[in-house]
């Protein structure tokens, strides 16, 4: 079988967990996940978290909103991102925009949620963090070693779903 034609086949499968058109079972198939697997499935997911946590961050703070507030957006704005960029690849191969949301939202809610958690909860306890400002490097320093922790933590959380052919796995069925 060659790419083109997995592509077509692992579509269906993939979102709803029924055989495809060659009567294979597509999703839930597990196996061995190497750590850069996980950690190139990682870094994707952190891109597009990082981009909602600093947008959320910087929009929160510059308001000079309560902490909470800003944790909230930056939160929101995170899954935002990381399910815009995981849609972004799954539309290029083919994928109708209800399906791609539905394989977005399996393949990368338990990993944002992680990353989120452990992301925000280091920013909170690292003292003086959120109320640093933008224009320090404290702050900035704190987002990126909050970022770098959720990544370590949330690393191994990928290669345990990847290895039972979900998260990440689902999208790289269609790469």
Known sequence: MDAHSTHQHAGPALHDGHPGPDGQQHAGHGGPVSWA?????????????????????????????HDLATVALAIGLAFVFGYALTMRGVLRAGLPFRRALRVALAADTLSITVMEVVDNAAMLTIPGAMDAGLGSGFFWGALAAALAVAFVVTTPVNRWLMGRGKGHAVVHALH
């Open 37 to 65: 697997m996980a950690a190139q499935a990682t870094l994707h997911c952190l891109t597009g978290c990082a981009i909602g946590e600093v947008l959320g961050m910087v929009i929160g703070t510059s308001l000079g909103w």
